[in-house]
């Protein structure tokens, strides 16, 4: 039987240094090749050459949840979690029907920034965390 169900959002659990986190409200991820074009007799490109790798992407989550990843960054003796370098963050998707379980992994995280901000009239405070991460493996 094929299964033609697409993953969604109540497929994926997300773990932090293997910690499942409740308040995870998103995550992507980007990578990139800089490439380039490759010139030689004239001035119409030969070839694309192949350049170094870039991996980064943002974890969204509840002010809640990186309340608690500030305690434990300072706890740790730093300031707070923009200091700490070296998070795991993996992303499981369930399986539906005959789909297998899907990984997705980013390696030595580090988060870059975050900012907090609420506005009159919303419910929670959501907080976006940009990161670079040393690699993303999926399977």
């Known amino acids: 039987m094929f299964d033609s169900r697409e993953q969604a959002w109540v497929d994926l659990k997300i773990y932090?240094?293997?910690?499942?986190?409740?308040g995870a409200r998103g995550i992507s991820d980007k990578t990139t090749s800089e490439?380039?074009?490759?010139?030689?007799?004239?001035?119409?490109?030969?070839?694309?050459?192949?350049?170094?790798?870039?991996?980064?992407g943002s974890l969204m989550l509840l002010k809640s949840e990186v309340d608690k990843m500030n305690?434990?960054?300072?706890?740790?003796?730093?300031?707070?979690?923009?200091?700490v370098s070296g998070w795991d963050i993996v992303?499981?998707?369930?399986?539906?029907?005959?789909?297998?379980?899907?990984?997705?992994?980013?390696?030595f995280v580090k988060f870059t920034e975050f900012?907090?901000?609420?506005k009159q009239g919303e419910k929670f405070?959501?907080?976006t965390l940009p990161f670079l991460c040393l690699g993303i493996v999926a399977d």
Request: proline share 5%; hydrophobic share 30%.
């Open 16 to 22: 932090l240094d293997g910690q499942f986190v409740v």
């Open 35 to 56: 490439d380039e074009h490759l010139y030689a007799a004239g001035n119409e490109p030969i070839a694309i050459q192949p350049g170094n790798r870039k991996y980064e």
């Open 71 to 83: 305690d434990g960054a300072r706890n740790s003796g730093f300031k707070d979690v923009a200091d």
């Open 91 to 107: 992303c499981t998707y369930a399986p539906t029907g005959n789909q297998r379980l899907r990984t997705r992994s980013y390696k």
């Open 115 to 118: 900012e907090m901000a609420l």
């Open 125 to 127: 405070m959501e907080v």
